[in-house]
Structure formats: C-alpha cells, structure tokens
C-alpha cells in the first residue's frame, strides 16, 4: 500500500518569503514522487519529479524539492515566494502495484501569498 | 500538440440522466486516467486504461463505466446519475509508468 501525506490544507507566506510545503509518503517499493500546481479552474501541471537519479530536484518557476528516503520526505521549497506563487500544490507517488504504475495523490496545500 | 483536451467544460445533469464525458489526448500515450477531484479530498482514480482495449477499475469505479476503443480516446460514462457525482473530472495521459501526467482542464458537473 502506499499513501501520501501533505500536512496543511493551507499555507500564508508574505510575498518574498521562504516557501515550504511539506509531504510525507509511504510505500513499500522504491518510489516516483511528482509535485503538481493547480491554478484555479485549471487542471494539474507538473512541478518536478523524482525519479532516483538525484535527491534535490529541481523544477519550473524556482521550486524545488529534496528526496530523503530516511525521512520518508518530499518537501517541496522556493526561496523567494511571488504573487504568481498563489495555487493548490499536490504531491503524489508512483510505485508498480498489481502489474501497473499506481498513483497517490495527497489532498493538496493551498497556498496563499500576502503583498 | 493539443495535448489532453475534455469535453464539456461544464453541465448540469437532473438525477438519474446519463452522460459521456469526452477525454481525446493527441501525445500517443498508452496510459490513460479518470479523476475526480471533490474539495479536501486531493484526485481519485475512477479508471484507468494501459492501453486501446484495455480498461481497469480504480478507487472509486461505481456509477461509471469506461471504453478505450483508440489510443488516442478514452471517454467516461455515467449512466444513471446521483448527486454525489456532483465533482469535477480531469482525464490524464502519461506516456510510460514513471513519467508524470498530462491533465485536461476538467469538467465541471453539477447533478441536481
């Protein structure tokens, strides 16, 4: 079984501050794990991946994410949050389950950006 | 590329109706998926596809069905609908099974 935990439905930064939402996963075989942005009435992009060649992933818009396997972590970060920054941000896992690749997602942060 | 295109943006259905919502993808991915997002919940899996032909049920697969005739289609039924079908949809591609999705831009459905 595997699972995904995002701690905060929501999150407030100040426009310029540091970004950091926080995942948490499970699974019993080695994973992919995805951060996806949703803006509003959209569907979902890709942010970045993992996918074991490297444990600090870097992905669009300044945002990146460090793969700690003892910590069973995702986090997602940017240093310098923009007004742009503002969406829900999901992160899910992949691993082979039953004979095909089964995808998790967490139940999202919202992040807010205060000018 | 068009990319994963849903049809319709949005509709309202009276309980009990039937529907098809329309997911085209013109990346010539094998993988294909059926959403639904309700607010708090984050997505889950109604269907999923590997391949024309080849469907399978997910999470959530009650009150729809699915075919995948071509690789390129893969469209969802609701036969008989219920207000707890009140969601939005996303369809999903991917080419392999450790690349990401490629999301539509869902469908609004309202059941009343």
């Known amino acids: 079984a595997q699972s995904v935990t995002q701690l905060g439905s929501h999150v407030s930064v100040s426009e310029g501050a540091l970004v950091l939402l926080r995942c948490n996963y499970s699974?019993?075989?080695?994973?992919?794990l995805f951060w996806y942005v949703q803006y509003p009435n959209q569907g979902l992009q890709l942010l970045l991946k993992?996918?074991?060649?490297?444990?600090l992933v870097k992905g669009i818009n300044g945002f990146e994410a460090e793969f700690k396997k003892s910590e069973t972590s995702f986090h997602l970060t940017k240093p310098s949050a923009h007004m742009s920054d503002a969406a829900e941000y999901f992160c899910?896992?992949?691993?082979?389950?039953?004979?095909?690749?089964?995808?998790?997602f967490g139940t999202g942060t919202k992040l807010q950006v205060i000018p | 590329n068009a990319g994963v295109t849903q049809t319709p943006k949005f509709r309202i259905l009276k309980i009990g109706q039937s529907m098809t919502l329309q997911c085209t993808q013109d990346?010539?991915?094998?993988?294909m998926y059926w959403y639904r997002q309700d607010p708090g919940m984050g997505l889950k899996l109604i269907y999923y596809?590997?391949?024309?032909?080849?469907?399978d049920k997910g999470e959530v697969p009650n009150g729809y069905n699915v075919s995948r005739s071509t690789t390129e289609d893969f469209p969802l039924r609701l036969e008989l609908a219920a207000p707890s079908q009140t969601s939005v949809y996303f369809c999903?591609?991917?080419?392999?099974?450790?690349?990401?999705?490629?999301f539509g831009p869902g469908t609004r459905l309202t059941v009343t």
């Open positions: 699974s019993s075989v080695p994973p992919y």
């Open positions: 999903a591609s991917t080419k392999g099974t450790t690349n990401e999705q490629y």
């Open positions: 596809s590997v391949g024309a032909g080849i469907t």
């Open positions: 993992y996918t074991s060649a490297a444990t």
């Open positions: 899910a896992v992949s691993a082979s389950s039953g004979g095909y690749q089964k995808v998790t």
């Open positions: 990346m010539n991915h094998n993988y």
